[in-house]
């Protein structure tokens, strides 16, 4: 069981990889109902998505502890606590309701799994496998500060105008265009926003530099440990030891 649900998480065969497409998509719908919760939250459906969606998860990280290799490791890996902070979110959303913004770190699990390698490979995309990685991040990011920003500052107001008023405020500022008629007050709100346009502007460097550089691979040099090297490399460019690497086209 243990080999199999291990396979299951990291395997490239088509069945695996199929049953990760399944459950990315559940993870997407998860999203898409943590984006609509200020919409949903008067609405009687709304707990009952709430739960299931625990139940959900709590599955998965009973699932993930099964195929660790000890507890120690288990509890090493960032998304089980991740996961954890946001099963209790779930489970209490009226006490915990600050903390929903980082349920959108489940799109970054699905960025970060064996699944957009092998979609990328299949359609011929894998050298586009950074950018969309970096998209990924940005996606991620915008959505994390928009719902602490909305459960931080705008939690009161009506649920459309609040969670819009977080996202333009979000996208405002990580764009450093700051038009400056949406203002966080106090010093959370200050502080908030500097954190955000820091983050914010570097994830936009790392995209512009995913979409522009060069195209490299990831291959670890034998003698001085360079990570990345020309698709075509035939000799490291730091030390000029001979490479031998794998074609992934």
Known sequence: MQARLRRLEEGREPWALRLQALFACIDLLILAFFILGPYLRDTPSYLLIDYAIAAWIGIE???RAVTST???A?????MTWIDLIILVTLLFPDALFNFAFLRAMRVWAVGNSPLVREGLRWAGWLVY???VRACINVVVFLFMVTGFVYTSFFYGRDAGEGFVDA???TVATVTTTGFGDIVLPGTLGKL???VTMIIGISLFVRLAQAIFRPHKVA???PTCGLQRHDADAVHCKACGELLNIPNEE
Do not use: A, H, M
């Open 74 to 78: 288990f509890f090493k890996r960032i």
């Open 61 to 63: 990280l009973s699932g």
């Open 167 to 169: 996202l333009y405020f």
């Open 192 to 194: 908030t926003s500097v």
């Open 70 to 72: 000890s507890l120690g």
């Open 219 to 221: 291959f670890s040099c």
């Open 129 to 131: 496998r950074d950018v």
